[in-house]
């Protein structure tokens, strides 16, 4: 089975910084698929945070664009979200997701979370 496990969250004050990572289980091989960030606060929906396509492109919600970056190592399987400046609003539990296969088509801006395949089991930020 196919194992996403994130890692890097915790509590951190305003105006912090947390890098989460998503290691895939080992033989797991998405290079050729998008992968993504999405978190989910209490009350609230799931939300895209950020992805990366199989291409090295980036795309961010507005929520946390020029504050947060993604970034892939392949050769680890790992997947990363550096999350700086961080406000009370990025308290959430987030989740790594791995490959979508959906197309930037123009239709939509950022992938979906019915677009991913895999999910891990997710690591949460407290921004206080």
């Known amino acids: 089975d196919v194992q996403l496990v994130e890692s890097g969250g915790g509590s951190v004050q305003i105006g912090g910084s947390l890098t989460l990572a998503c290691a895939a289980s080992r033989g797991f091989d998405d290079a050729d698929a998008e992968w993504g960030w999405f978190r989910q606060a209490p009350g609230a929906q799931c939300e895209m945070v950020a992805s990366?396509?199989?291409?090295?492109?980036?795309y961010y919600s507005d929520s946390v664009k020029g504050r947060f970056t993604i970034s892939k190592d392949n050769a680890k399987n790992t997947l990363y979200l550096q999350s700086n400046s961080l406000k009370p609003e990025d308290t959430a539990m987030y989740y790594c997701a791995a490959d979508c296969r959906w197309v930037h088509d123009g239709s939509r801006y950022l992938p979906s979370k019915t677009d991913f395949g895999y999910w891990g089991q997710g690591t949460q930020v407290t921004v206080s």
């Open positions: 990366i396509s199989p291409d090295g492109k980036e």
